[in-house]
C-alpha cells in the first residue's frame, strides 16, 4: 500500500468534505494496510471521526499515541491482530468487530471489554451484560485476591523512597501475577494482565493513603478560574396553556442542556440547546436566540421531569451504526416518552409506573440505563437500549429499588457511576448498591445519609432533601426544606463510614461536612440547586426570583470555625415587563441549569417563565 495522504482520507470519507478535522465516517478497508502505514500526526486530526472501518488489512496492533475523541464505530475485520491492548487509547468506542482475527483469543475479548468502558457492541452483538459483569464482579472478585495477598504477605517500607517503593511494587506485581487464580485456564493471560492492573493500583492507592496522612493534607481543595459575571438575556413564556400570553400560572419544573454527540467539540462551539418541561409541553430553547426550536405537547400531561442521553441507532441495512441524542421526559401519567429531536418526532413511550413520576436520570456511562422515580416510592432501572432505522425500541426492566418516600432528585457518584445511586426524597437521603452482578433484583437501601440539621429544631421535620448535586467527583452540594442553608459535604469520607458488615438492617450515617452555605430562609419546598463542576459553581434560585451564586475554591479556607459562607454573588430578578400591565414581580425559582463551560445558565419558574442568563467577562 502507498503513503496514506490527507487527500486519500478526504476520497475515503463519507459524506465528501475538505477538512479533515470535520470528517465523521471514513472506509480504509481492503487497502492492504500494515500498522506502519497508519501515519498517526495525520490521522489524529481525525477529532470528529466517529465511525472508521478498516477491515480487510493487514493489521497486528494500532499506532502507539493514536487518539480519535469522538470515534464510536472500528471494524477491525479480517486483519492480524495480535495485540488488543493497543486499542485502550480509543476509549469512546462503544461498537468494534475483531472477526476473522487468528490471533484474537478469549482473554483478549475480556481485556477489551476492560479497556473500552463504553463498549457495548461487539462483533455484532449486545454484550451490555457480560462487560459490567467482567468490569465489576470479575474485578471486584480479582481485587479482593489481590488486596488479601498484600495484606498477608507485603506492607510499605518503614523509610520510603522511590527505590524502595519500585523494589517492594515490583515483588508484588510479580506475586500476585503467579498467585493470584481465577476463573478456567482459558483466561489465564487476561488473568495474569488484569490483576497486574489491580496490584499497580493498589500499591499506588497504599502510597497516596500513607503520604496524606504523613503531610496531614485532609482538606478538599478546587482550583477554579476567577468567578463569573451573569446578565440576563432572554424571558420566555413557551408553555401556556393555548399558548395564553395570560397564562402565568402553569409551574415549570425540569430543565436541562443537550449534551454535544462530538466529545472533541464542533465547530458551533458548546451545547447552546436547552430542554424545559412544565405543564403538558416540553420545548427546545436556542439559548443564544431565545428562539423555542421545538415544541413536544400532550394534552392533559404534566410534565414533571426530563433527561438527555446517547444511544446507538442502526443505519438502514444493518451496515453500522451512529450516536442518537435522545430525550426523555415523563410525569403525571406514569409514563416516559422517548424524543428524537433531531428527527422532529416522538417514537416512542413506556409505562414506568401506574403513578406519577417525579424524577427521570440516565446514567452517564451507559446511555441505555435509565433511572425512574416515581409517587409509589419506587426508584426502577431500566434498559432501554438503542433504535434501529424505523425507530424500534425494546425495554427491559433490571432494578426495583424501594424507598419509604417519593424521590426528588438521583445522582451517580462520578467516579462510581454503576456501582451507587444516592437518591434525595421526601424523607431523607439514601445510598443504593445499583451492581447489576449481585441479588436480589429488587432492594432496599444500602444506608441512609443523615445531616445535623436534623437535630435543628425539634419543631420541624428537615428531612426533605430537595436539592442535590456533585461538584467534584468527591464533593457533594445539598439542601434541606426550611434549612436555611446548602451543604456541601463528601461522599467518599461518608461512605468510608458505612461498616459493610452485610447487617441486613439499614445503616445510618451522618454526613462529613465541608462547608454550609448561606441561602434565603423560605419555606417553600422543590426549590432545587444545580451544580457546574468545571467552574466550581452551586447555583440555586429562591422565593423571590433570584438566584444565589456560590464560587467555591478551597473550602478549608472559607470555613471560618463552622459558619455559613456567604453567596458569592445574588442575582436578582430581572422585572420583565408585561405589554400594559408593568413588571412582574418575581416568583419561586424551582429549577435551574448550566451548560458545561457555563455560558449560559437557564432559571424556570412557578409562573411560567424561563430566564436565559449569559455570561459576561467579569471586569
Known amino acids: 500500500m502507498g503513503k496514506i495522504t490527507e487527500k486519500l482520507l478526504l476520497e475515503k470519507c463519507t459524506p465528501k468534505n475538505t477538512k479533515l478535522e470535520q470528517v465523521k465516517t471514513l472506509n480504509l478497508s481492503k487497502l492492504g494496510l500494515k500498522s506502519s502505514d497508519l501515519p498517526v500526526p495525520l490521522l489524529s486530526r481525525l477529532r ?12 497486528q496492533e494500532m499506532p502507539s499515541g493514536l487518539f480519535l475523541p469522538a470515534l464510536r464505530s472500528l471494524d477491525l475485520t479480517n486483519n492480524e491482530m495480535e495485540d488488543v491492548t493497543t486499542l485502550a487509547t480509543l476509549t469512546t468506542l462503544e461498537d468494534l468487530r475483531t472477526e476473522d482475527n487468528l490471533y484474537v483469543t478469549v482473554s483478549d475479548n475480556y481485556k477489551l471489554m476492560i479497556l473500552l468502558p463504553k463498549l457495548r457492541f461487539y462483533n455484532g452483538k449486545d454484550i451490555s451484560t457480560a462487560a459490567n459483569h467482567i468490569r465489576y464482579d470479575n474485578s471486584e472478585n480479582l481485587r479482593k485476591r489481590v488486596l488479601a495477598l498484600w495484606e498477608t504477605s507485603f506492607s510499605l517500607p518503614d523509610h520510603r523512597t522511590a527505590e524502595k517503593l519500585a523494589i517492594v511494587e515490583r515483588d508484588f506485581v510479580n506475586a500476585v501475577r503467579h498467585k493470584v487464580k481465577y476463573g478456567p485456564s482459558s483466561l489465564t493471560d487476561y488473568t495474569k494482565w488484569r490483576v497486574g492492573f489491580n496490584s499497580g493500583d493498589l500499591m499506588v492507592a497504599h502510597h497516596v493513603a500513607i503520604s496524606s496522612s504523613l503531610t496531614n493534607t485532609g482538606t478538599h481543595t478546587l482550583i477554579h478560574p476567577p468567578p463569573l459575571s451573569l446578565q440576563p ?79 446507538l441507532m442502526s443505519l438502514e441495512g444493518n451496515v453500522g451504526m451512529r450516536p442518537c441524542s435522545i430525550l426523555a421526559a415523563g410525569g403525571k401519567r406514569g409514563l416516559v416518552k422517548l424524543l428524537h429531536p433531531r428527527a422532529n418526532m416522538a417514537y416512542g413511550e413506556f409505562r414506568a409506573s401506574r403513578k406519577a413520576l417525579s424524577i427521570l436520570r440516565f446514567s452517564p456511562r451507559q446511555g441505555n440505563l435509565l433511572f425512574t422515580g416515581s409517587y409509589d416510592k419506587n426508584i426502577l432501572m431500566w434498559d432501554i437500549g438503542g433504535v434501529d432505522s424505523k425507530y424500534n425500541f425494546k425495554v ?60 435543628k429544631d425539634k419543631d ?89 451564586t ?34 412582574v414581580e418575581g416568583p419561586a425559582i424551582n429549577s435551574v441549569a448550566m451548560d458545561p463551560e457555563l455560558r449560559y445558565l437557564v432559571a424556570l419558574s412557578d409562573k411560567n417563565m424561563a430566564v436565559v442568563w449569559i455570561r459576561t467577562e467579569s471586569s
Open 48 to 59: 470528529c471521526l466517529e465511525q472508521l472501518d478498516l477491515s480487510g488489512n493487514r493489521l
Open 233 to 311: 438575556l432572554h424571558v420566555l413564556q413557551c408553555h401556556s396553556k393555548q399558548d395564553s400570553p395570560d397564562d402565568f400560572s402553569t409551574q415549570l419544573w425540569a430543565c436541562s442542556f443537550q449534551p454535544k454527540l462530538d466529545y472533541n467539540g464542533d465547530v458551533n462551539g458548546a451545547t447552546r440547546i436547552v430542554a424545559t418541561c412544565g405543564g403538558e409541553s416540553v420545548c427546545l430553547i436556542d439559548c443564544e436566540t431565545g428562539l423555542v426550536m421545538k415544541k413536544y405537547k400532550v394534552p392533559g400531561e404534566e410534565f414533571f421531569s426530563l433527561a438527555w442521553s446517547t444511544v
Open 396 to 455: 427491559i426492566q433490571l432494578l426495583v429499588l424501594e424507598t419509604t418516600s417519593t424521590p426528588l432528585h438521583f445522582c451517580l457518584p462520578p467516579g462510581t457511576p454503576d456501582t451507587h445511586l444516592i437518591a434525595a426524597c421526601e424523607e431523607g437521603l439514601h445510598s443504593y448498591n445499583i451492581q447489576l452482578n449481585k441479588d436480589p433484583k429488587k432492594r432496599s437501601e444500602e444506608m441512609e445519609i443523615t445531616f445535623p440539621v436534623y437535630e
Open 460 to 548: 420541624h421535620d428537615y428531612h426533605t432533601i430537595d436539592g442535590l448535586g456533585f461538584l467534584t467527583d468527591d464533593v457533594v452540594a445539598s439542601k434541606t426544606h426550611m434549612q436555611g442553608s446548602i451543604y456541601l459535604w463528601s461522599w467518599k469520607d461518608t461512605r468510608a463510614q458505612w461498616p459493610n458488615n452485610n447487617n441486613k438492617k439499614k445503616e445510618k450515617v451522618c454526613a462529613v461536612i465541608l462547608a454550609e452555605l448561606q441561602w434565603s430562609s423560605t419555606d417553600i419546598p422543590y426549590l432545587s440547586l444545580n451544580t457546574c463542576p468545571s467552574k466550581g459553581y452551586v447555583v440555586c434560585g429562591d422565593e423571590r426570583g433570584r438566584l444565589w
Open 550 to 583: 456560590y464560587h467555591v475554591t478551597d473550602l478549608n479556607a472559607n470555613f471560618r470555625s463552622g459558619k455559613a459562607i456567604p453567596a458569592t454573588e445574588i442575582l436578582e430578578w430581572p422585572l420583565p415587563v408585561r405589554k400594559g400591565q408593568g413588571p
